[in-house]
């Protein structure tokens, strides 16, 4: 397998990705849907509205129970929606396997490394915390974060700008059409995982330059130490 020899930094999507957020989320949003007194859907249609931020996700739970909410109602219920997420974020979010032991790896091989989601920026400091991975990061891009989220290629041109490097310095770890397609609109090479958030569709789909069903294959393509850069 060709190694990707320029790169001098990772950036990562989080949900999906490092993280299986579902539990969470999906026991924030049947808890809110009880608040206000409306039907629940299942874990499993959860998933499948994740990926593109609180708002669409909750603009797809609206839909699912044919409910057109006003602006007044769609704000109360973002507002309980955060109010209970922020009480299980915590202890119902899990690290996906070899996520932290491979992360750790890139760490001590002087790779800089990016996280990059269209989660709310205000859930971040503490989930990373929590997770035991913060120290791995030098630069955490939320919501709020960009001027615009996945999968307009924004987010990746601030991790650029950040770290001074070329498209084809810093690849990108993702698990949904968002995440590679943002990718790809930066011109940053691409790596795809197969177990996580993509609205039910394969992921291959996407073109992705690399596919991999475990984290730590990441570790394949990429040298260690860094290679210094050449530009």
């Known amino acids: ?17 490092l993280v299986d957020s579902v539990p969470g989320l999906a026991l924030a949003t049947q808890n809110m849907l009880a608040e206000l007194n409306l039907p629940t859907i299942s874990n499993e249609q959860i998933k499948n509205f994740v990926g593109n931020g609180i708002d669409i996700m909750l603009e797809r739970v609206f839909k699912a129970i044919t409910i057109e909410p006003s602006k007044e109602q769609f704000a109360k219920a973002k507002i309980l929606f955060n109010q209970h997420y922020d009480k299980v974020i915590d202890v119902e979010t899990r690290l996906f396997p070899n996520v932290k032991e491979t992360l750790k790896v890139l760490y001590d091989n002087h790779y800089p490394l990016a996280l990059v989601t269209n989660k709310p920026a205000q859930f971040l400091p503490a989930l990373l915390a929590s997770l035991g991975i913060k120290e791995f990061f030098s630069l955490v891009l939320g919501g709020g974060d960009v001027i615009k989220l996945k999968p307009h290629p924004a987010p990746l041109y601030q991790v650029m700008a950040k770290f001074g490097l070329f498209s084809d310095q810093l690849l990108f770890v993702g698990d949904s059409k ?7 609109n930066a011109n940053c090479p691409t790596v795809a995982l197969s177990y996580g958030y993509n609205y039910g569709v394969s992921i291959a789909t996407s073109n992705p330059d690399f596919l991999f069903d475990d984290f730590k294959d990441i570790l394949t393509i990429l040298p260690q130490p860094k290679a210094d850069a050449k530009k």
């Not at 060709?2 to 949900?15: E, G, R, S, T, W």
């Not at 995440?179 to 790809?184: H, K, M, R, V």
């Open 1 to 17: 397998m060709n190694k990707l020899k320029d790169i001098q930094a990772i950036a990562f999507d989080l949900d999906g990705t």
């Open 178 to 184: 968002n995440d590679i397609t943002a990718a790809q």
